[in-house]
């Protein structure tokens, strides 16, 4: 063979392999539809901190360096689920400059708290799969917590023709942030938390319960908005929770089953 006609593009490839430092950069992207809802009639903060605005996760498998970069897509769709929630939503990097604004009746903190997934591969070659948990933090406007909801989006892709999958794994990235974009807009009005912005009324600091009471035990309980994981069915590719249409007057119909929420207020199942 003659060596001069080696492509440089094929020793990068090979020398790729044999050191292990296969890379796949995972950016999940895109914008909601506008969800046609009644957003509620509240002035709110909303905390993306430099941290979460450049949040990152890495992970290696079978000699494959994979790089989630979520915090440039995770602000962007933040800041349009808060405008479509809230009469009006200011965006800030910190609780402390959110707390300084006039006329604020909450402060939220969306975080992500956890990422996973699944490449083609480990399903089978029939789709791709990620999974990601927030934590949204509510304070008052003053700046003390107020509560802590829990919230996990799922999102699938296709499977791979060619290539190393980072793309359909950024599909599947966004459908995950989607779908939990979708059991926030529909579902936070619903907590007992949300009724006093749906009155106009500012979230009020609690009076902290006495160490060891029943109600001490019942306020360690997080609210959660769950959902159930994927099925690892033979699909190509799994549409995320629609946003809504119209407020609806009965549960739609969803697969896989529907969000189950619950509360240390009065209990709620949803």
Known sequence: MNLRSISPIFVCAT????????????????DLPKPLIVATPAKVGVVITPETGNYVHKESR????????LGPSHKHIVEEIFKAEFAEAKMFDSVDAA????GLLAIFEPRIEQFSFANAKETG???CAVTIRYQILIYAPTGEIIDTLSLTGY?????????NGEEELGIAAYAA?????????????????????????ALQPKVQPIPGSAEAVAAQAEVTIEAVPINDSPVVATAPAPLPSAPPSAPPEVSP?????????????L
């Open 125 to 127: 070659g029939v789709y």
């Open 155 to 163: 999102g699938s892709g296709p499977a791979p023709r060619i290539g």
């Open 257 to 269: 089953p529907p969000s189950q929420m619950t509360s240390r207020y009065p209990a709620t199942a």
């Open 62 to 69: 079978a000699s494959v360096d994979y790089e989630a970069q």
């Open 99 to 102: 707390r300084k604004e006039p």
């Open 15 to 30: 020398v790729m392999f044999a050191t292990g430092c296969a890379k796949v950069a995972v950016r999940p992207e895109g």
């Open 177 to 201: 942030m989607r779908d939990a974009a979708a059991k926030f807009l529909t579902q936070f009005p619903t907590l007992d938390v949300a009724k006093p912005l749906l009155v106009s009324q």
